[in-house]
């Protein structure tokens, strides 16, 4: 059999990616290999393919019981023969393995470093008894001390060549610094190895940041898009994510904590809960995550700033690995940076802190960020890409500047006046010429003092903090930290340089890069019944039976028949076998009842799909495209659900609602409670509508986009405006 027949046929996918068969090549050549991907990439494919062509056995090193579990459940469902030794097992169940294993039964067996180098541990002879093929090493940057992960029972695994000295070993990371990268080829001895590094973009995930304010409210915002998906929201500290997920809850999420100090069984128990889709949203401190391996995490939120880029995009990384649209979001507030730099320090070791409190830097730049964020994290991994991915906060807005030389020069001055001695919040008052006893007197008799009244609070901060993202102010790194010139400065408080500041900033109307197929969202729910039935029936997480993208094709393609139905992503010959006809027969009949065809002839591979999808001109279709909106509303669908189904935004598909409301054809109420249209309209009327952007800015995080467009709507149709 060949790589490609065995990838149909036991993993049920028509086409390798990234470079993953380069690398299988190798393997079957017997040659060692470093792979470098980023999570979701398929890294687990690489071994467990050779491991189902080889004769023999592939021992799999991985750190994480709960990973083997779900690795194993999975490798099983495709009729791979796989299994794991670790200390949850009772004894019998080890005897059981062991007999397996001596009649060369299993595939794969998975262990933890502990156990193959432990004291007593008889393990290592048993294993030297046995046809050993293949050795993969999982999340092999925890060998180094540099990774964000360090776990110093990896070290041991440099003895695997020795013990093994014939078998070509995998060690397979998402972690890419090159410190790491040559702690891991030095510390496992590797035979001339051969690096693979794969391209650590991940397109489906959109990256998000945003500035921190009330933060629970802004995340509501957010998930208030989202309720039906499953997520993970990180945060610093145990007791905020306990706190975090009973706010959740009382606000009616499915939300659990998760965290190193809970016991075990619930640890265990939220785990599983959230695998099975049972609970949706896992507020977690960064132990969580490692390891899962759930494919349809539709988003990953940083209430706070992690410590470094390679850890923030590990924990982004976990949405989004069924390849459907997911999205990153941080809450980024300069005080948390300020936090973490106390941690960042190494007692007794100056080296290792300054190479935290540089990543940490790397971090906040990130975040402070005035460009592409793709591109600022490919780079960070030594990997070129262009500057407009259309798919992070920057490229999603328009931008348009204006010369605010004399805005600048207001607010240097300021800093200049006040002796570079206040944080911005001061610097603010003052400008506008606040009446506050905070102010001190002697501030108020400045010339300086009120010179920026015409300008509202929420702008100057905003210019604040550009002024100081494009290098005019700098915030200091003390505990209250306080605005100060910088080289820069000169320049313009004598006149001899211009700034451009941001006008405003219009909401994102693009849409997502990735294409979402129009599929039957009735029959997907059926689907996913199923999928739910099988699973507990089986007792494993039901994207182990087959992913959301699985049952999205289904849904789309609408096969008729098995030979049809194998065409579709994930179906492998015994998935097809054991499943099949379970999930044709519903597909049928919706067909039937609805007068629909299989549509299979349109799947293409993604990679043309997605060539053909580049961004449409809209102005021509955007009656009919409000229209099917409208449509799907009327017929009792929710924003967020008609958004997922149309590939487009939610905020897309409140403005074309709010067509409907200018016509007169839908109530505002239906969209806005009407207690909030006051509040609205009076900013409107002194506003104007020209921009929402500043509309929003001024009625804060409790008022959302849609609403704003929707009531603009009506007091058009009302001739109020
Ligand atoms: P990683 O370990 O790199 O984070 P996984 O090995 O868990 O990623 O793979 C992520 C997902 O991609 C899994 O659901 C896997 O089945 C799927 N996958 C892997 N290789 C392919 C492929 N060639 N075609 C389609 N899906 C794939
Ligand atoms: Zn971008």
Redesign the pocket.
């Known amino acids: 059999m060949t790589p490609i027949q065995a ?1 149909q046929k036991y ?1 049920g ?1 028509s ?3 990234h470079q ?1 068969e380069a690398i299988i090549q190798h393997i079957l050549d017997k040659k060692d290999v470093l792979t470098l ?1 980023p ?7 690489c071994y467990q393919l050779p491991a189902v062509l080889l004769d023999g056995l592939t021992i799999v090193i991985s750190p994480l019981i709960a990973l083997m579990k779900d690795q194993v459940d999975a490798l099983n469902v495709n009729g791979i023969p796989a299994a794991f030794i670790n200390s949850s097992q009772s004894t019998q169940e080890q005897i059981e393995i062991s007999t397996r294993l001596k009649n060369n039964q299993i595939k794969l067996l998975y262990l933890a470093p502990e156990r193959l180098f432990g004291k007593e541990s008889k393990l290592m002879d048993f294993l030297k008894s046995l046809p050993v093929t293949l050795i993969a090493i999982d999340e092999a940057h925890c060998i180094s001390h540099w990774g964000h992960d360090f776990r110093p029972e990896y070290l041991m695994l440099a003895g695997l060549k020795t013990e093994f000295p014939n078998v070509p070993v995998i060690a397979l990371t ?1 972690t890419a610094d090159k410190l790491t990268k040559k702690d891991i080829l030095e510390k496992l001895n590797l035979k001339d190895p051969e690096v693979f590094i794969s391209s650590f973009n991940r397109e489906n995930i959109t990256y998000r940041v945003i500035p921190k304010r009330n933060s629970f409210n802004q995340l509501l915002a957010f998930l208030d898009e989202r309720k039906e998906d499953s997520g993970i929201i990180y945060c610093l500290s145990r007791k905020s994510t306990e706190s975090l997920a009973a706010d959740l809850k009382e606000e009616g999420f499915l939300a659990e904590a998760y965290h190193a100090g809970l016991q075990n069984d619930v640890k265990a128990r939220t785990q599983e809960a959230f695998l099975r889709d049972e609970v949706r949203i896992i507020v977690a401190t960064i132990a969580f995550g490692m390891g899962i ?1 759930k ?1 349809n995490v539709r988003y990953v939120v940083h209430m706070d700033l992690p410590k470094n880029i390679e850890g923030y995009y590990q924990e982004t990384g976990r949405a989004g ?2 390849g459907l649209p997911s999205d990153a979001m941080l809450l980024f507030s300069p005080g948390d940076a300020i936090k973490l730099k106390q941690f960042a320090m190494v007692e007794d070791n100056p080296d290792q802190s300054r190479i935290m409190l540089k990543k940490l830097d790397d971090m906040v730049n990130y975040c402070q960020l005035h460009a592409c964020r793709r591109q600022f994290l490919l780079k960070y991994f030594d990997e070129d890409f262009p500057a407009n991915c259309g798919s992070c906060d920057f490229c999603l807005t328009e931008f348009t500047k204006f010369d605010a030389t004399l805005i600048a020069q207001k607010a240097l001055s300021a800093v200049s006046r006040l002796k570079e001695r206040f944080g911005g919040a001061y610097v603010v008052d003052f400008l506008r010429g606040s009446r506050s006893e905070k102010i001190r007197e002697e501030h108020k008799q400045l010339k300086t003092y009120g010179i920026g009244a015409d300008i509202s609070k929420p702008e100057w901060q905003r210019y604040l903090r550009e002024l100081t993202a494009m290098g005019y102010l700098q915030v200091t790194d003390d505990m209250y930290p306080v605005l100060k010139l910088t080289k820069k400065s000169e320049a313009v408080l004598k006149g001899l340089e211009k700034v451009e500041l941001v006008a405003s900033q219009t909401i994102e109307e693009h849409q997502p890069a990735t294409e979402a197929l129009p599929f039957e969202a009735a029959l997907l729910n059926e689907l996913r019944n199923i999928r739910r039935d099988i699973a507990q029936h089986e007792n494993v997480p039901p994207y182990i039976i087959l ?1 959301d993208a699985s049952l999205q094709e289904m849904a789309t393609y609408l096969p008729q028949s098995l030979d049809e139905l194998r065409l579709i ?1 994930g179906f492998g010959d015994i998935k097809l076998a054991r499943y099949g006809r379970e999930f044709l027969l519903p597909v049928k009949n919706y067909s039937a009842k609805n007068g629909l065809s299989s549509k299979i002839t349109h799947k293409v591979p993604k990679r043309e799909r997605k060539a053909k999808t580049e961004r449409t001109a809209s102005s021509g279709r955007s009656s009919d495209t409000a229209k099917e909106s409208f449509t799907l509303y009327r017929a009792g669908k929710p924003i967020s659900e008609i958004a997922t189904q149309r590939g487009l935004a939610p905020t897309t598909i409140e403005g074309h609602l709010s067509f409907y409301i200018y016509k007169g054809e839908m109530e505002v109420t239906e969209l806005v409670k009407q207690e909030k249209i006051p509040a609205i309209k009076d900013i409107v009327e002194s506003y104007g509508a020209e921009k929402l952007a500043p509309i929003k800015e001024v009625l804060g995080d409790d008022y959302s986009y849609g609403e704003i467009k929707a009531v603009v709507a009506w007091m058009r149709k009302n001739g109020d405006i």
């Open positions: 990838l993993f996918y086409a390798f990616r993953q991907m999570t979701g990439g398929g890294k687990s494919l998402a391996n494919s690995r069924d992913s992503s």
